[in-house]
């Protein structure tokens, strides 16, 4: 697509799923119609459910951009739907210029130099967001909208069985039927026509169906990559278990995770099985109750949003506020060393949260819901480390390997900005005393 200087690309997150592309594409529309140059664009190709809908509706499926660089020097605008975080769009995002952003999810770590339309509503999806934005403005739904909107809707909240699901959603839904013309029954009935063209992984290999719904998540600003699947038919995903583990292992340590899962949500018993790879097996047994065991079986457990994030934000609090000093050998990665006599680690996002920087946002509740304070030197200049020494007056030991990339090897960025860091440990220590 050759891109014009007038263009704003509305675009889901990578992996796009059903919500994310019938938002694009209504999103778009609603934008074309009151003025705006909008296209509709993906960051990577349909699933089976979306591909369903988009054809039961007679919608071309949009093209797949894969980066937002400037053309001919000039940046390109995006409106981003159905997520706002660094992890979850495109690489290049940082060259373009974001001017909305309609979703609802967690607020996340995307910032901006400049003021944007920014919507963010914490309803079943971002499908029934945008309803209300064509209703606001006053533009008429024709009936390949409101059959995107619906599907968007019924698939984010699983046919309103998700804890995520409001009032909101439900009205909205039957507002959309009346376009459509459907009875509750015909929505139900086209739900399961959905989930089912979606659910059928016979025959797919195990990286394509673990990619189909994943996302990388800041969980209490821990890198953790969770894939979802909705089946009807869990069996033949847990025959191939093995195939997962050894998959997911591989996965983990390429990515740096501390944790890698796969929730296989079993649409009929509403519940998920869970097969996951961690650092430390404890983080899955103090999030979801269980013993830690693989293909676990959680009850009520559908959504990821809703359910699987804040439990475990909590749990890695639990864990790493049981995590004695000694242990920090055993979840520390790669080059980084430490001496287990280190009085104050401070981790150094945390440390970092008073900085408008961009990844470092998010800091401030991980500390508060009860990380020990922790350091990461790795990547801060020698000179850095020695205003810590002066500043703190407490030892450590200066990792092996120093530079922009020694953070990354081991699962975290470098320290960018020591004295922040410096100040941020001034103010941290006060609250932090019983920890210490
Ligand atoms: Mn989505
Ligand atoms: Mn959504």
């Not at 024709?142 to 619906?150: D, E, H, R, S, T």
């Not at 981790?347 to 020990?372: E, H, M, V, W």
Request: with cysteine.
């Amino acid at each position: 697509m050759a891109y014009d200087i007038n263009t704003v690309y509305v675009s889901g997150h990578r992996n796009p799923d059903t919500d994310t592309v019938a938002a694009s594409v209504s999103a778009a529309y609603l934008k074309k119609a009151t003025g705006l140059s909008a296209v509709p664009v993906l960051q990577g190709p349909v699933n089976k459910e979306t591909a369903f809908v988009l054809e039961k509706f007679g919608v071309p499926v949009p093209e797949i951009v894969p980066d937002v660089l400037p053309v001919d020097g000039v940046k390109r605008k995006v409106i981003l739907v159905d997520h706002q975080e660094y992890g979850q769009t495109f690489e290049t995002i940082g060259e373009a210029e974001i001017v909305e952003i309609i979703d609802h999810h967690k607020i996340g770590d995307i910032t901006t130099s400049a003021p944007i339309w920014f919507t963010n509503k914490p309803l079943g999806s971002t499908c029934t967001i945008l309803y209300g934005m064509f209703r606001e403005n006053n533009v008429e739904i024709p009936k390949q909208i409101a059959g995107l909107l619906i599907s968007g809707l019924l698939s984010d909240t699983l046919l309103f069985k998700s804890p995520t699901t409001t009032e909101t959603d439900k009205k909205v839904a039957a507002e959309l039927c009346q376009i459509l013309g459907f009875t509750e029954k015909d929505m139900e009935d086209y739900a399961m026509e959905m989930f089912k063209a979606g659910s059928s992984f016979v025959g797919v290999s195990i990286e394509d169906i673990f990619h189909t719904d994943f996302k990388e998540i800041g969980i209490a600003d821990i890198k953790t990559g969770i894939a979802q699947v909705l089946t009807l038919d869990t069996e033949d995903i847990l025959s191939r278990q093995d195939q997962f583990l050894d998959y997911m292992k591989k996965f983990r340590a390429e990515k740096g995770y501390f944790l890698t899962m796969l929730v296989v949500t079993d649409i009929i018993r509403e519940g998920s099985y869970i097969l996951f790879d961690a650092e430390d097996d404890r983080i899955v047994s103090l999030a979801v109750n269980k013993p830690a065991e693989q293909a676990v079986f959680v009850d009520g457990l559908v959504s990821r949003k809703k359910q699987v994030v804040p439990w475990f934000t909590e749990a890695y609090g639990k864990l790493w506020s049981s995590v004695r000093p000694s242990d920090w050998r055993s979840i520390r990665r790669g080059s980084v060393d430490w001496k287990d006599s280190v009085p104050l680690l401070f981790f150094y996002r945390t440390a970092g949260c008073l900085q408008n920087d961009r990844k470092q946002s998010g800091c401030l509740p991980a500390i508060l819901s009860g990380f020990p304070a922790c350091a990461v030197m790795a990547g801060c200049s020698l000179k850095n480390l020695n205003m810590m020494k002066q500043v703190q007056g407490f030892s450590v030991t200066l990792p092996e390997k120093r530079g922009p990339d020694a953070g990354r090897s081991c699962g975290f960025h470098s320290c960018p900005d020591f004295m922040t860091a410096a100040v941020s440990y001034l103010y941290l220590s006060k609250c932090l005393t019983q920890i210490l």
